[in-house]
């Protein structure tokens, strides 16, 4: 495989350089010293090629081999890619456990997608058919849930001339096409994509289906759609990481893509454990049956940290291809721009903002927009979506950082994360006065269709009061809360309802983790309810110190622990309203 | 072959520049002889072409351009390694202090070690007693952890660390800690009220120490950490030990790495730092772990103090993203005496969740550390609004909080030096300071939990 060889002639950190290097492309990968590490050409000049090294260079010298492939890095796509983890360069973390134990060496080479292992492949097209680009020719079960379609590959057709049903290993031949110069064209289970060059779709759709995720702050206040993006800043300590984890288990997608992009190991762990032991609200099967791990936390080399959110995307496109809806989490985006940082303060370029690259928003901006609903490349109608979902990490929590003003530009919706609330431990730690979301006008007319008519109204009722709440309190800060209004206690009084008992969620109670959209909407009805009812009796004279102490609101309270099967339950708590209403109307 | 070099092209701060080499290797030791014939010891930076950049750890002091030698040794950084290096003195090289303190070395190891893989990690939920009350009832801390101290300059985080290392143990288990200790430009006083310490409860005869004291050269406080750590693997992961390793001061660690960046001439980021400062701590803080199949663990209790207290400061910025949670020491707490001053609103431990409930501390422990936390966050605002309007101003229920925020810092915070608190005495303190508020107060709290233990215990 390897053409020719340069020669090492510098060496700082992930930073190689080799001349005799004539020959090789820009992006190529490269074969470093004879430990064989992997390594890109990320700049060439004359016979001269600067190489990022995906592994630790230590003990590599002046004088050595560069061996040249002549291909750009890419990834192995087919069956066997759900429910595994890889590193940053798509390898397998599990065979290099099994080949080398608990720490991770050098020079490891795997195949990403394992050779060996056997798949049910069943035909769909037949012989004689005329197949296109991105046609289905089979699928493979691979595992409960997903259904792996195998593709014509991009840029290929013809006609099917033989197509095959059985037990096959990936690399095996499961159909033969001859296309237009009469030339058989074989096809096997496994496609290879380079991970920097966006895959081929047919054309881009407008964002109008709502994504779900089951956390009502994100669902009724700032939803996302499918195909959409979103990004989500905080200081340490504000629940990132736990809102990723909480979107790849619940999200209404079909498959997840984990970018663990510079991060802790132990998350990855977490991850690793928690998933196969969660289970599917919809389909009953483990959470981990529908999930890609990629996983390369801060302490392994870090030009792959800069590889692993193109690897992980590129995984998310193909099973986009097939028609799914896909979401991919990348936390966190600001360890990728760190490493960009790094490799190009290595390479002695001018340097932009804070340091970093002046590439550095024109790289976010088109790694967001491989995000998108697209109509796929085939020549029947499918549709796919890709959400994607950043993480970013300003120093400091500051939202002035490069890497967030950056990828703000870009993204729609905007999770602000706070270090206020998550210090009160109200989490979500997402600020509701800060964050946004662009995609309601999209998705209201599927939400008015599939959820409530007056689901937007209630939106908008509730967040008003949030927004009231914040003017009121820094009078009460002023002059004490004596001072207010009774009409004014009530808002004060909503809004803590609002806050406690629908925004804040408990990630690691049972039940609270996840809300169906439809209990969400019962629940802000409840509570809207209640501030309707508690004007009324308020004009009828009824003291703000009776609304405030009674007994319903702890019914409202505790409605969020309410089992889906009961969540008709929730309903009835407007009945206790009105009863204890009207109590307080006969005491006076 | 080992190679040597006579003559040098440029020594900066603490770099020198060799030209003529061959053969030279990146991250390669380098043994730099002195015209008086003392030796210092170097790490090869860059090599390009024929020229190789070598930082000296020991500082330039003396080396001259013409008659230094440097002599290439064909690895990198290595330590020898032994069970007996237990009780042992080292420098911040790992250098045996004085004789007594040599051994035979079982393994030499490269002091970078390699990234453990996320799939051979054990996911740490094993929850340690250090009978602190502050850390067990509310930011647990379990084996395998990384939970850093920020303290800031005259707060008592060293007596803090030392109470730790005294007091931890593993539930229902006797067994003790080994105690790795990495002292990176602290002071002699410092360095020796932790000496002291362990000697005086015997934890000496189980502890490695690393020192790099305030005099002793910057740029070795690089290598500081990582051999720490090395020893500290070597004992977790060969000889089934529970290893804590306590490093301090990250901050003195962060400027030599900073010293080096300024000499190399590099971009700096944020207040002259490196751009690569997470990158480079992120190597030594995750290093602490757990591994499948392995009984030994690293937990990791780094101790830095922050500039000026300023938590959004690179170092502690970049520290709190890589470890598992944050210990944050409060001056107005010390300044009231209330002591270890843990600030308890910003303070986290991210992993305690999986170490505490049925079987581990007690079912109760993670709806009481809610409550006593949202309990002691409202009292610590009517606080703040009494000291603006008055305490006649607020409602009676906030006088309530404010009753209850001011006696949990004195009986539930406060806690003395020598003072070792069982888990089970920190839970019933924490019941017994709510018992203040009505029970309908205790929102966060399960029916079933209140029915066992509310004004019960």
Redesign the interface.
Same mark, same amino acid.
């Given at each position: 495989m390897e053409k020719k060889t340069g020669r090492i *002639?510098?060496?700082?950190?992930p930073l190689v350089?080799a001349n005799n290097m004539l020959g090789s492309k820009m992006y190529d990968v490269v074969f470093v010293s004879d430990m064989k590490l992997m390594g890109e050409i990320i700049e060439l000049n004359e016979d001269t090629a600067y190489i990022q090294v995906y592994e630790?260079?230590?003990? +590599?010298?002046?004088?050595e081999p560069v061996y040249q492939t002549g291909y750009p890095l890419s990834v192995e796509l087919g069956p066997g890619l759900i429910e595994s983890?890889y590193d940053g360069t798509q390898r397998p973390?599990?065979k *290099?456990?099994s080949q080398v134990?608990?720490? +991770?060496?050098r020079g490891i080479q795997t195949n990403a997608l394992d050779r060996n292992k056997t798949w049910k492949f069943i035909p769909i097209v037949k012989k004689g058919d005329k197949v296109s680009e991105g046609d289905k020719l089979g699928y493979v079960q691979e595992t409960s849930l997903i259904k792996h379609y195998i593709m014509v590959p991009p840029y290929l057709s013809g006609e099917v001339i033989d197509i095959k049903s059985g037990d096959f290993k990936v690399d095996d031949v499961v159909a033969v096409l001859k296309d237009k110069d009469n030339k058989n064209l074989e096809i096997n289970m496994m496609q290879k994509w380079p991970v920097r060059k966006p895959r081929p779709y047919l054309e881009k759709l407008p964002p109008i289906l709502p994504m779900f995720t089951g956390q009502r702050v994100i669902d009724m206040f700032f939803p996302i759609s499918k195909g959409g993006t979103a990004c989500v800043p905080g200081?340490?300590?504000s629940g990132k990481t736990v809102i990723q984890h909480q979107l790849s288990k619940w999200a209404d997608a079909e498959v997840i893509v984990y970018i663990?992009c510079?991060e802790?190991?132990?998350e990855?762990?977490?991850v690793? +454990?928690e998933f196969p032991e969660l289970v599917d609200p919809k389909s009953g099967e483990p959470l981990m049956k529908r999930t890609v791990l990629v996983?390369n936390?801060?302490?392994?080399p870090?030009a792959a940290r800069e590889a692993s959110v193109y690897t992980g995307i590129t995984i998310a496109e193909y099973f986009r291809d097939m028609g799914y809806s896909v979401a991919l989490m990348a936390d966190s985006t600001s360890?990728w721009a760190?490493?960009m940082?790094?490799i190009s303060?290595r390479l002695e370029e001018m340097?932009g903002e804070?340091?970093y690259p002046a590439y550095l928003a024109a790289k976010i901006a088109s790694f967001y927009e491989r995000a998108g609903r697209v109509k796929c490349l085939a020549s029947e109608e499918r549709e796919g979506a890709l959400t994607v979902i950043g993480a970013v990490?300003p120093?400091?929590?500051?939202l002035s950082d490069p890497v967030v003003q950056a990828t703000l530009r870009v993204v729609k919706v905007f999770w602000s994360l706070e270090?206020q609330l998550a210090?009160?431990?109200h989490f979500p730690a997402i600020s509701w006065l800060n964050s946004y979301s662009l995609y309601i006008d999209n998705i209201k007319e599927y939400i008015i269709k599939n959820v409530s008519e007056n689901y937007f109204e209630l939106q908008n009722k509730s967040m008003r009061i949030l927004e009231e709440e914040a003017e009121l309190e820094e009078i009460v800060?002023?002059?004490? +809360?004596?001072a207010l209004s009774g009409n004014d206690r009530l808002i004060l009084l909503v809004a803590k309802m609002i806050r406690e008992d629908f925004l804040h969620q408990n990630a690691?109670h049972e039940i609270d983790t996840y809300s169906r959209i439809d209990k969400q909407y019962k629940m802000i009805n409840v509570i809207q309810y209640f501030y309707t009812k508690g004007k009324e009796y308020l004009q009828k004279g009824i003291n703000i110190v009776d609304i405030e102490n009674m007994r319903v609101r702890?019914r409202v309270?505790r409605m969020k622990y309410t089992p889906i099967e009961n969540i008709e339950n929730i309903e009835s708590i407007k009945k206790e309203i009105d009863d204890e209403f009207d109590e307080l109307l006969k005491k006076l | 072959m080992i190679k040597e070099y006579k003559g040098l092209v440029n020594i900066m701060g603490p770099l020198i520049l060799v030209e003529g080499v061959?053969?030279?290797?990146?991250?390669?030791l380098v043994e730099i002889e002195l015209p008086d014939k003392s030796k210092k010891n170097g790490k090869v /930076?860059?090599?390009?072409?024929?020229k190789a950049l070598v930082q000296v750890f020991e500082g330039t002091t003396g080396i001259d351009i013409e008659r230094t030698k440097t002599r290439f040794l064909g =690895?990198?950084i290595h330590i020898g390694v032994s069970k007996d290096m237990l009780g042992k003195v080292y420098n911040g090289f790992g250098k045996p202090k004085s004789e007594k303190d040599k051994i035979i070395p079982e393994e030499n190891l490269d002091i970078?070690? %390699?990234?453990?893989?996320?799939?051979?990690?054990?996911?740490?939920n094993e929850f340690i007693q250090t009978g602190i009350s502050t850390i067990d009832g509310l930011n647990t801390l379990v084996r395998?952890q990384k939970l850093p101290i920020f303290s800031g300059s005259g707060l008592p985080h060293n007596k803090m660390a030392a109470q730790i290392a005294r007091q931890s143990t593993v539930l229902g288990k006797d067994e003790q800690f080994a105690v790795v200790f990495g002292a990176m430009g602290i002071t002699f006083e410092e360095a020796q009220f932790f000496i002291d310490d362990f000697k005086k409860t015997g934890a000496i005869t189980r502890s490695v120490l690393f020192l790099n004291l305030a005099d002793d050269p910057a740029i070795e406080r690089i290598a500081t950490p990582r051999v720490a750590l090395t020893s500290a693997e070597f004992l977790a992961?060969k000889h089934d030990m529970h290893v804590l390793v306590i490093l301090t001061d990250m901050t003195n660690y962060c400027e030599a790495l900073r010293e080096i960046s300024a000499a190399r001439k590099?971009?700096?980021?944020?207040r002259g730092y490196p751009?690569?400062l997470?990158?480079d701590l992120?190597?030594i803080y995750?290093?602490a772990?757990r591994?499948?199949g392995?009984k030994g663990s690293i937990t990791l209790i780094p101790i830095l103090t922050m500039p000026e207290d300023d938590?959004? =400061?690179?170092i502690p910025?970049?520290t709190?993203?890589?470890t598992?949670?944050?210990i944050i020491l409060s001056r107005s707490l010390n300044r009231k005496k209330i002591l270890p001053p843990v600030d308890i609103?910003?303070s986290?431990s991210? /992993?305690k969740?999986k170490g505490i409930g049925k079987g581990k501390t007690r079912e109760d422990h %993670?709806d009481l550390f809610?409550q006593l936390?949202?309990s002691y966050?409202r009292g610590k605002e009517a606080e703040e609004?009494a000291v603006?309007?008055g305490e006649s101003?607020l409602?009676d229920m906030d006088k309530v909080y404010l009753k209850f925020a001011q006696d949990f810092e004195l009986e539930y915070i406060s806690q003395g030096d020598y003072e070792n608190r069982t888990i089970e005495q920190t839970l019933n303190l924490g019941w017994r300071l709510l018992s203040i508020f009505p029970k309908?107060e205790l929102?966060r709290i399960r029916d079933e939990n209140i029915e066992k233990y509310y004004k019960k215990v």
């Open positions: *002639i510098k060496v700082a950190g350089v630790e260079t230590s003990g +590599i010298g002046v004088g983890i973390l599990d *290099i456990y134990g608990d720490f +991770i060496t200081p340490f300590g663990g510079g802790r190991g132990n990855m762990t977490d690793l +454990i996983a936390t801060s302490n392994m870090v360890r760190e490493a940082r790094e303060g340097p804070e340091g990490s120093p400091g929590g500051d270090a210090y009160r431990r800060r002023l002059v004490g +809360i004596d690691f702890d309270a | 061959s053969g030279v290797k990146y991250e390669e /930076l860059e090599v390009n072409g024929n =690895h990198g970078n070690g %390699a990234p453990i893989n996320p799939y051979a990690r054990n996911y740490p395998g992961f590099e971009v700096p980021g944020r751009g690569y997470y990158t992120s190597t995750e290093r772990g591994i499948k392995k938590k959004t =400061h690179p910025d970049l709190g993203y890589i598992e949670g944050q609103l910003p986290l991210r /992993l969740d %993670a809610n936390y949202a966050a609004l603006i309007l101003a409602t309908e929102k």
